[in-house]
């Protein structure tokens, strides 16, 4: 049994996420802890010197814990009509980033939604607060888009570095079972003359956990084309190395997993956020 913390604010049902947990349910018993919490404090938006009437603000903030009440209930319908064991946390406030890190480190797995988390904050996704959620999290961190349908495909970011070996090696403990699915190694270079970097381990590694894999070195510039590439393939997952340093290079840094994010291209799988 695996335990799953599903992340979400109270404005946004994640129901793709969910459709994802029921998904992983299909192949052995897990346990889901929902962590709800309020949009951004609205304390935080007033000017300074200025005091709200407590009236008006009270109401606003008894409208918040009303949406967290009514995704809480969507919640456990969900898991209860399938016999997922599931958990709510009680804490029903503000965005604490401490507490989601501590939750984490006692999890296997994290998962948001790509384009609803915080969505109401009128900023382009990854926004501020996933992006802290995924830089905190002690565990790794599945991002899933709306959209999301069952996945027939993984798609492996490869650039050689520690991140990257230890994302695929986070995803086959968490994931054996989709370890038969067809997977693409993909090492992504503008630069033709370029190896892919310790090939024969790689293949060594891959060979013994993937029954159907493949590599490929793809010649493009990753930041223009990737995420065109990733869309040709239907029903896929991408696991990527790293959010705050990108999987590919240093100086791409906002190109790789905000990208796949901002444009919600399909489910990554994030295993390393320093």
């Known amino acids: 049994m695996k335990k799953i913390l599903l992340l979400c604010d109270g404005d946004n049902f994640p129901s793709g996420a969910i459709r994802f947990i029921r998904q992983m349910r299909e192949t052995e018993p ?10 951004v404090d609205t304390l935080e938006m007033i000017p300074v ?5 407590s009236g008006p603000y009270a109401k606003l ?6 949406l967290v009440s009514q995704s809480q209930k969507k919640f456990a319908e969900a898991f209860e009509n399938v016999g997922i064991k599931y958990d709510i946390h009680p804490y029903e406030a503000d965005w604490n980033v401490d507490l989601f890190q501590k939750e984490s480190r006692f999890s296997d ?16 996704q990854p926004n501020y607060f996933m992006k802290e ?6 565990c790794p961190v599945m991002v899933v888009p709306e959209k999301f349908k069952f996945i027939e495909r993984i798609a492996i970011a490869y650039d050689g570095k520690k991140e990257s070996m230890h994302a695929i090696k986070q995803f086959v403990y968490l994931f054996p079972n989709l370890a038969d699915l067809p997977t693409e190694i993909v090492h992504v270079r503008e630069k033709t003359s370029d190896d892919i970097p310790d090939r024969d381990l790689l293949r060594e590694y891959s060979f013994s956990h993937f029954q159907a894999q493949y590599t490929s070195k793809l010649h493009f510039d ?8 990733l869309e040709e393939k239907k029903n ?14 240093n100086n791409m840094r906002k190109s790789f997993a905000e990208q796949i994010i901002s444009e ?3 489910p990554i799988f994030i295993a390393h956020f320093s």
Not at 133 to 138: F, G, H, N, Q
């Open 30 to 39: 897990i346990y889901v802890k929902g962590m709800f919490f309020t949009p």
């Open 109 to 124: 797995l994290v998962v948001i939604s790509e384009e609803l988390f915080c969505n109401n904050m009128m900023e382009l």
């Open 264 to 266: 919600h291209t399909c």
């Open 61 to 66: 903030k008894e409208n918040e814990h009303a």
């Open 222 to 229: 990753p930041k223009k084309y990737f995420t065109s590439w």
């Open 133 to 138: 959620a995924l830089k905190a999290s002690e």
């Open 236 to 249: 896929v997952l991408l696991i990527a190395g790293s959010f705050s340093r990108s999987s590919f290079s």
């Open 49 to 53: 010197g200025f005091i709200p009437v």
